[in-house]
């Protein structure tokens, strides 16, 4: 059944690698994007991984699907042949609760925590950014703590800042922008996510390792 091609569109082809959120799917995902990268063919355009899925974006006016999918199942197998690079592994300082944190005791009550051990679980996971997406640059990590798993807000907020670190269900999440979000913020980054003026714009990219680091109010100005 898997991996199965799917058309998006006229210029775009989606792999599935599975159904489900795992690690090991989201590897296969990882080294596709990785080969293309590496050997990118003639008209690719783009590649977005995701959970479980790679969006490969073409130009139609030089290939047609046939041709796509040709170029997208050799990659695959040569995927299968290459070494990955080892993961960036990124440190996240974190002031948390407080006006940074607004749902920070929610979380703790909610699970039966006192606020130090929702701040001590968070803190101590490594996390890996499975993808990028709702809004530019806003990193999706898995590996949360069993034990910090919370419902969203039954109503989104309007706004969210920019640098919120939250949680919905059984995933942490950081949003680059500030937007109107309904997971539960339990703190939040000074640190910069998106930069149009860097290269790449993103501080995380798909397949990264992350950890927070809880720091104290102007502990985590001028990063």
């Not at 775009?12 to 090991?24: K, R, Y």
């Not at 996390?127 to 949360?144: I, K, Q």
Request: charged share 20%.
């Amino acid at each position: 059944m898997f991996p199965r091609f799917l058309p998006a569109g006229e210029s775009a082809l989606v792999v599935e690698f599975g159904d489900e959120i795992h690690p090991d799917i989201h590897r296969q995902v990882l080294a596709l994007d990785y080969a293309l990268s590496r050997e990118p063919f003639p008209g690719l355009r783009e590649t977005v991984p995701t959970y479980r899925s790679l969006l490969v974006h073409y130009d139609p006016l030089q290939l047609a699907w046939d041709d796509a999918l040709g170029y997208v199942t050799d990659a695959l197998r040569r995927s299968a042949e290459v070494p990955m690079p080892e993961p960036a592994e990124v440190e996240i300082p974190v002031i948390y609760g407080g006006e940074f944190g607004p749902d920070l005791e929610f979380v703790a009550e909610s699970n039966g925590l006192s606020v130090d051990e929702v701040i001590r679980l968070h803190a101590g996971a490594t996390y890996t950014v499975y993808m990028l997406g709702f809004a530019p640059g806003f990193a999706y990590l898995g590996g949360l703590p069993d034990r910090l798993a919370t419902p969203r807000l039954p109503t989104p907020r309007p706004s969210v800042p920019a640098g919120s670190v939250g949680i919905a269900g059984r995933q942490t999440g950081i949003y680059a922008l500030s937007t109107p979000g309904g997971w539960r913020i339990i703190g939040r980054t000074l640190q910069v996510m998106l930069a149009l003026h860097r290269d790449p714009p993103t501080l995380l990219k798909p397949g990264d390792r992350v950890r927070f680091v809880p720091v104290e109010q102007g502990a985590d100005e001028g990063r």
